[in-house]
């Protein structure tokens, strides 16, 4: 009755007041907390049936973009979903959850890892995802460096040439592997720049998500918008923190 309530007391043209938007991101899930990345799939579960009993929309990543670049509305509440790594958790225990409740997700990728490190996914368990119509995959560099430390390690003109490959090989690759065109990016460890982001920008990305913990708003800059990390401790109040308040 509340749920109904409150979406009575929120008609369409309230549609063009949203202020801001949540992109949360993940990285792996499973039955137990193996590490501070980790959710477990009941957290999720609680997670996700908290966003829909409490009239929030999840939305496809691309629509908190537009909203960011000034155009294209939100509805209020707005939340987009987003894990980073290709963790073959997200193959096993996030999947079956995305379909039960039909919602967007956008994945962030580093191809070096695909059918290789044995945490990864493979390039046939990406299709499968992509061929469900839920998700979307996105670039998160070649190999995940840490550019800090690589900008430390190589000479000037080594580390733009270092850049270049990590930006555009990753791309070719995923649009070689899945089909598609790559243009967002996940900056590994969160970790960007102004040189950073031209280098982005060159390449052919248009919009770049960061994990600096904020809500998005309008203005933001598109080549590091914000998320929040989800842990398993984030339920209830301290989970309601993370979400927009309208
Ligand atoms: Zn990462």
Redesign the pocket.
């Known amino acids: 009755m509340l749920a109904a309530f409150v979406a009575m007391a929120n008609p369409p043209s309230a549609l063009a007041q949203a202020s801001s938007a949540t992109i949360l991101v993940y990285h792996r899930f499973g039955p137990t907390v193996a590490d501070s990345m980790t959710v477990t799939t009941a957290v999720f579960t609680a997670q996700l049936s908290y966003l829909h009993d409490h009239g929030y929309t999840i939305v496809p990543l691309r629509d908190v973009v537009s909203f960011a670049a000034g155009h294209g509305e939100l509805p209020l509440r707005a939340v987009a979903i987003t894990a ?2 290709g963790h073959r958790t997200v193959f096993s225990d996030m999947k079956p959850l995305v379909e039960k409740y039909r919602i967007p997700v956008t994945l962030f990728i580093y191809p070096s890892a695909i059918s290789n490190a044995s945490y990864a996914m493979t390039w046939e368990q990406l299709a499968a995802l992509k061929a469900t119509g839920l998700f979307s995959i996105e670039s ?1 560099t070649y190999w ?1 460096p840490n550019f800090h430390i690589e900008k430390r390690r190589l000479a000037p003109e080594a580390y733009t040439k270092f850049v270049g490959m990590q930006l555009n090989k990753s791309r070719e690759v995923l649009e070689r592997r899945l089909g598609g065109h790559i243009t967002m990016l ?1 900056w ?2 969160g970790i960007y720049d102004d040189d950073l982001i031209a280098a982005a920008r060159a390449s052919g990305y248009v919009a770049a998500v960061t994990i600096d913990r904020r809500k998005v708003r309008r203005g933001d800059n598109l080549m590091a918008l914000p998320r929040f990390i989800v842990t398993n401790g984030d339920l209830g109040k301290r989970f309601e923190s993370l979400l927009p308040a309208q």
Request: aromatic residues 14%.
């Open positions: 980073d790594d998160h995940h996940s590994p460890f």
